[in-house]
């Protein structure tokens, strides 16, 4: 989400930016996973995304880089072995459902009926 937000060149940028303000404009915070936060980067590192506008959202819109706990680690796992999630994602779910009540991404793999957040998939328009 922050990926596409943050590139205009992204294709989901047009569907992600509305999304994104209404989030901030309503939340007044935002919290972001560690292992998002390492994903980010890793692009920034392959020259995939601007640095200064990464680092620029990170300042102005994030409140905090919440860590994976035991109980964040226990939760996905929990989340992994019943709903065969990619451990990445069970570990940013799981970090949505304990800091956050509410997580939006355009990750469809976020789909999880046991999920104790709200989550929002955010899709390309047709």
Do not use: W
Not at 23 to 51: P, W
Not at 87 to 100: F, G
């Amino acid at each position: 989400m922050i990926a596409a937000f943050t590139n205009p060149q992204d294709a989901m940028h047009s569907a992600v930016g509305p999304v994104v303000r209404a989030a901030i404009h309503r939340y007044r915070r935002v919290v972001v996973s560690s292992i998002s936060f390492a994903e980010l980067r890793v692009g920034v590192l392959m020259g995939h995304r601007d640095e200064e506008v990464q680092d620029a959202f990170f300042a102005q819109f994030v409140s905090s880089i919440v860590p994976i706990t035991t109980d964040v680690a226990k939760r996905a796992a929990e989340l992994r072995a019943s709903f065969n999630l990619k451990l990445p994602d069970a570990l940013i779910l799981a970090t949505a459902e304990l800091s956050a009540d509410h997580a939006v991404t355009t990750d469809s793999d976020f789909r999880c009926p046991a999920a104790r957040c709200t989550v929002d998939i955010v899709t390309a328009k047709a």
